[in-house]
């Protein structure tokens, strides 16, 4: 990934359905679903305003606590990696997941915990076990495809979730790609906001008004979705906190970001329980 800033802000999105399909996998029992205009309408409008909310976070500045590695990559500073992050989800509490959402989401949350302890250099053997444990019981080949890309480069990964979309609806799972989706954005704003100073220097006042102007589009076409999945009611219920974020400037994005914190803490806790 050319930026750690994508992967801390908006990989979710960037990892949406903005790529061109390249393989397709169908789950085992598929129920058919007829895809009306309005539906498809709603979903190609999710990937443009997907598209754009990627590109507007591409153009951020890189972060002060990066360093460059290449002309494509960067890592954490040494100074960075000596202070490691005590709020990552814990992998052993996949034990307690019952459900299909719970464990999307979950899976969603730990394929960004494990990128972020990477880069802290945080052993992840519990994360690669938890994820395996996951993806063994929801029995989902799409994802399976994804995590073994996931192991590879970061560009690598970000084509293979791309095409996930298209799979997942061909094999009538398209509501739990949402569910996992939703939970790696819920953590990484979460993660956002456990130092809100350290990413504001990545923005300035267009930036700021060009990434959440998207957020605000991308949101919308996630409630209208639910008119066609009344199963994600309760993952938009999850979202809601989030839109409190509609900022022209930077200091009404850290302002934002700052009433945020607490509410998306809940919100991590909720979609998690």
């Known amino acids: 990934m050319k930026k750690l800033a994508i992967i801390l802000l908006a990989a979710a999105f960037v990892m949406l359905p903005s790529c061109k399909n390249q393989k397709k996998a169908v789950a085992e029992d598929p129920v058919s679903k007829e895809v009306s205009q309005k539906e498809q309408y709603i979903t190609g409008e999710l990937k443009l305003n997907a598209e754009a909310l990627a590109e507007s976070v591409s153009k951020l500045r890189p972060a002060g606590f990066v360093r460059k590695v290449n002309d494509s990559e960067y890592a954490l500073t040494d100074k960075e990696k000596m202070v490691k992050p005590d709020y990552l989800f814990k992998p052993g509490n996949v034990d307690n997941f019952v459900t299909l959402s719970q464990k999307y989401r979950a899976l969603g949350v730990l394929f960004v915990d494990r990128a972020i302890a990477t880069y802290y250099d945080i052993p992840v053997t519990e994360y690669n076990a938890a994820i395996s444990k996951l993806l063994a019981e929801i029995n989902d080949p799409v994802l399976n495809d994804y995590a073994k890309a996931q192991k590879g480069k970061d560009s690598q990964a970000i084509t293979a979730f791309g095409s996930i979309y298209d799979a997942e609806v061909e094999a009538n799972r398209v509501n739990y790609f949402w569910e996992c989706t939703v939970g790696m954005l819920v953590e990484q704003i979460f993660i956002c906001t456990q130092n809100i100073e350290k990413f504001m220097p990545m923005f300035d006042d267009q930036s700021a008004s060009d990434v959440t102007y998207n957020f605000i589009l991308v949101h919308e076409n ?40 607490g509410e998306i803490g809940v919100a991590r806790a909720f979609m998690l329980k």
């Open 222 to 261: 996630l409630r209208q979705l639910v008119e066609f999945y009344p199963e994600l009611q309760p993952l938009n219920e999850v979202l809601e906190p989030l839109y409190v974020i509609n900022a022209i400037s930077v200091d009404q994005l850290r302002s934002q970001l700052t009433e945020l914190k």
